[in-house]
C-alpha cells in the first residue's frame, strides 16, 4: 500500500509491504519509489519514526536518481524489434538441432524484466526497453530467453546450457542491470 507521510513542509511517500523480516528495512527503487518493508507487528507510528529517521538517506538518494544521465538510445523503436528478430533468427538454428520449435516472438515495453519465456505456449516477449541495451546484451537475452526452452528454471543446469552458448553472459547481465531506463 502506498502511505504519505508528512513532517513539516516535507512529504515522504512511500510503499509499505509486511513481511517476515526482522524489524523494519527501507530501500528505494530505480525508479525513485520508496520501498519500506516491516514485520506486521512492528506498529505505525515506529515505521514512521523510523522513515523520518531516514529523510537525509532518501532526498539524497532521490537527488542522485534525478541528476543521473539518460540512457544512451542505441536503437529506435522500430528498429529494435528487427534487431531481436535477426538476433532470434540466428541463434535458432543451434537450438532447432535442440529440438525446440521456432517460437511466437512478441515485444512489449515491460519494466521488470528483459524477456521472458513461456516454453510451453513456445513464447518468447521481449522488452522494447531493449533500444538502451548494446548489441551484445541484446544477444545475451536472447540466448537466455531461448535457453529457458531447455530448462525453464534459473537452475544451475540453465547456467551451464547458457555459458556453452553465451561464456561471457555474467558480464552482459551486469552491464543490462546498469541500465536505468
Ligand atoms: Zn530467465
Known sequence: M???????????SYE???????NINL???????????????VPIGIIEKFILSKQDFISNALNKLKNRPSPTQYYTQSQIKDVILD??????????????KFPEIKFRPM???WGNCRSVKGILTFNTNLMY???????????HEFTHFLQSNHSQKFYEELS???PDWKDKRKMLKDIHI
Open 16 to 22: 509499505l509491504t509486511y513481511k517476515n523480516v526482522k
Open 111 to 113: 519494466t521488470s524484466c
Open 2 to 12: 502506498i502511505k504519505t507521510i508528512t513532517s513539516g513542509e516535507k512529504s515522504i
Open 27 to 41: 530501500r528505494i527503487k530505480s525508479d525513485g519509489t520508496v520501498m519500506v518493508s516491516a514485520n506486521p507487528y
Open 164 to 166: 556453452l552458448v553465451c
Open 133 to 143: 541495451a548494446p548489441l551484445e546484451c541484446i544477444e545475451y537475452v536472447v540466448f
Open 87 to 100: 538476433i532470434c533468427k540466428s541463434v535458432y538454428p543451434y537450438y532447432e538441432k535442440r529440438g525446440v
